[in-house]
């Protein structure tokens, strides 16, 4: 099953908080994001029905090993899009945008063709 672009973007700011800290809840999500509570919580409840979080007894959220991949993969991603634009001379705040907005709906084959590209360097 497919996730949304808005569940992609949850994954990813999981992903970033991640890094920072091993206990994250779903209110560390809404004061990152901004947004409210109510919409954090729709979106984790839909990232676990999916099987792409999993949340313990104390509301603690972590990753599946599905959820992580895809999360990982989106991070990926967005880095490499962002050097790919900086290195067309894009300044890093724009290059960082633009990542964000096209990752959701560049194809593979671009993508792995901006990725030899990349390593030819």
Do not use: W
Not at 12 to 36: C, P, V, W
Not at 38 to 50: F, G, I, T, Y
Not at 96 to 103: P, V
């Amino acid at each position: 099953m497919s996730l949304q672009e808005s569940g992609k973007m949850y994954l990813n700011a999981i992903f970033l908080l991640k890094k920072d800290s091993a206990h994250l809840r779903s209110i560390d999500i809404a004061n990152y994001t901004g947004y409210t509570k109510p919409s954090v919580s729709r979106a984790v409840k839909l990232l676990k029905d999916k099987e792409y979080i999993k949340i313990n007894n104390d509301g603690y959220i972590d990753f599946t090993q599905k959820g992580e991949e895809l999360a990982s993969s989106l991070y990926e991603k967005h880095l490499l899009l962002s050097e790919f634009f900086v290195s067309l001379g894009v300044s890093k705040e724009c290059a960082r945008e633009d990542a964000t907005k096209i990752e959701h709906y560049i194809s593979d084959e671009t993508l792995q063709a901006i990725k030899s590209h990349m390593a030819q360097r």
